[in-house]
T-cell receptor, first 112, second 113 residues
Framework: DAKTTQPPSMDCAEGRAANLPCNHS???????VYWYRQIHSQGPQYIIH???NNETNEMASLIITEDRKSSTLILPHATLRDTAVYYC?????????????FGKGTRLSVIA | DVKVTQSSRYLVKRTGEKVFLECVQD?????MFWYRQDPGLGLRLIYF???????EKGDIPEGYSVSREKKERFSLILESASTNQTSMYLC????????????FGQGTRLTVV
């Protein structure tokens, strides 16, 4: 699976949009981009994933560049409960039976 | 609501004890995984299983074994617990297929004294 690069930490004001970048320049055509987050002392939680097109669900939006070498996770109105470590993971399309490989992620702090 | 349940949230064991960490999922997933998480080292894969009675070593299998006798249950066994196995242990499951997501349990914080 391709490697990803994320900033180690970011701050965001409560109520503002949090934009978390991820670089995956070596991604191949059959690899999805997944985002998970981990709130302190809990297990990681799935947020969203995408292949080429932008995706949106009740939690977040995922914007993938046209060349697929980078993506941005957007939390439209960040709250204090969104403070967590966010992981961007690239995973082969038919890899339900292969493990997620976690990097260091981005520690997002939402500030009141 | 889909669930991955780990048997204990906190556990304290003595050095040398045999320790069982249990994980049960109710989503009929084929694949199950065990990770450990330590400060500064992130999540590291210990073992995983893609079918009943099947197992594959992850990145750090030494000192651990696993058992998967039923599809819904995946057990992590510390044969002889040591203090360097003090950690947060996380279980996950996922279905086989394209673009599938994995679901995690809440974790077991194990302290070996």
């Amino acid at each position: 699976d391709a490697k990803t690069t994320q900033p180690p930490s970011m701050d965001c004001a409560e109520g503002r949009a949090a934009n978390l970048p991820c670089n995956h320049s070596t991604i191949s055509g059959n690899e999805y981009v997944y985002w998970y987050r981990q709130i302190h002392s809990q297990g990681p939680q799935y947020i969203i994933h995408g292949l080429k097109n932008n995706e949106t669900n009740e939690m977040a939006s995922l914007i993938i560049t046209e060349d697929r070498k980078s993506s941005t996770l957007i939390l439209p109105h960040a709250t204090l409960r969104d403070t967590a470590v966010y992981y961007c993971i690239v995973r082969s399309s038919n890899s339900g039976n292969t493990p997620l490989v976690f990097g260091k992620g981005t520690r997002l702090s939402v500030i009141a | 609501d889909v669930k991955v349940t780990q048997s204990s949230r906190y556990l304290v064991k003595r050095t040398g004890e045999k320790v069982f960490l249990e994980c049960v999922q109710d989503m009929d997933h084929e694949n199950m995984f065990w990770y450990r998480q330590d400060p500064g080292l992130g999540l590291r894969l210990i073992y995983f299983s893609y079918d009943v009675k099947m197992k594959e070593k992850g990145d750090i299998p030494e000192g651990y074994s696993v058992s998967r006798e039923k599809k819904e249950r995946f057990s992590l066994i510390l044969e002889s617990a040591s203090t360097n196995q003090t950690s947060m242990y996380l279980c996950a499951s996922s279905p086989t297929g394209y673009g599938t997501e994995a679901f995690f349990g809440q974790g077991t914080r194990l302290t070996v004294v």
